[in-house]
C-alpha cells in the first residue's frame, strides 16, 4: 500500500520539472514490499505481450534498482522467450553502452554501484533493437518522458532510431505535462501496472 507523501517545502527557485522530479521520487519511497511485487507480475504480463504483439526479437531493457518500476522478471521473461535482451552499461559524459543480459550472475557493480552486464559491448548497440524499454519518473500525455535529471537516456535516444519505445511506470506517474525541455525524447508507449497507453506519434527525424 503506497502512503501519501509529506508535504514538501521547497526552495526559492526550483522549477516545476525539480519539483515534480522531487515529489514522484519521493512518493516511491512509500510504496510498500507488496506494492512494487504486485506490480512486477503485471509489468512483466504487459510488457511481454507488447514485445510479442510488436514481433521484436531484440529488445533493450533496463535493471530496475530501489523502487523503480520492476524489471528483472520482465528481463528473465524475455530472455526465456528467445529475445536478445541489451541492457546499459553507464559511461563518463551521460554516455551509455549496451550488452547482452547474460543473468544475474554475469553481473558486475558499474558506476554509481549499479548493476551492469559483464559482457563487452554489443556492436550494434541501441540501433540494432527494434523495441526499448526504458526507465521513467512520469510520462505525459504528449509521451515526453521525465528521467532522474542525468540526461542519460535522453543522449542515448536521440542518438538512435529506436522503432518502439516504452516506458514503464507506475499508475500515477501519467501526468499532464513534464514541462519538457528541448533536449528531452519522447516515447511512444507507456506501460503500467494495470494499463498500456500508446501515445502520439513522435514527429519525424530532421534530414
Known amino acids: 500500500m503506497a502512503h501519501a507523501p ?6 526559492r527557485g526550483v522549477t516545476a520539472k525539480q519539483r515534480l522530479r522531487e515529489d514522484l521520487l519521493e512518493r516511491r519511497t512509500h510504496l510498500d514490499d507488496a506494492a512494487v511485487a504486485a506490480a512486477e507480475q503485471q509489468l ?6 507488447l514485445v510479442r504483439d510488436h514481433g521484436a526479437a531484440r529488445v533493450a531493457a533496463y ?3 530501489g523502487r523503480e518500476p520492476p524489471t528483472w522478471a520482465l528481463v528473465e521473461a524475455l530472455c526465456a522467450a528467445g529475445v536478445d535482451v541489451l541492457v546499459p552499461r553507464s559511461l563518463p559524459r551521460r554516455r551509455i553502452v549496451w550488452a547482452a543480459y547474460e543473468g544475474r550472475d554475469r553481473l558486475v557493480l558499474g558506476r554509481f554501484t549499479l548493476p551492469e552486464p559483464s559482457a563487452p559491448p554489443d556492436p550494434g548497440g541501441l540501433r540494432s533493437v527494434q523495441l526499448a524499454l526504458v526507465p521513467a519518473l512520469a510520462v505525459d500525455r504528449a509521451g515526453f518522458r521525465l528521467g532522474r535529471g542525468g540526461g542519460y537516456y535522453d ?8 522503432p518502439l519505445r516504452v516506458a514503464l511506470t ?3 506517474e501519467i501526468v499532464d505535462d513534464v514541462h519538457p525541455e528541448p533536449h528531452d525524447e519522447r516515447v511512444d508507449v507507456v506501460v503500467t501496472p494495470a494499463r498500456t497507453v500508446r ?3 513522435r514527429p519525424p527525424v530532421a534530414g
Do not use: G
Not at 509529506?6 to 526552495?11: A, I, K, N, S, V
Not at 512483466?44 to 505481450?49: E, H, Q, R, S, V
Not at 543522449?155 to 529506436?162: G, R, S
Open 155 to 162: 543522449t542515448a535516444l536521440a542518438e538512435a532510431p529506436v
Open 63 to 65: 535493471l530496475s534498482v
Open 170 to 172: 507506475y499508475d500515477h
Open 6 to 11: 509529506h508535504r514538501r517545502h521547497y526552495r
Open 199 to 201: 501515445l502520439p506519434p
Open 44 to 49: 512483466c504480463d504487459a510488457a511481454l505481450m
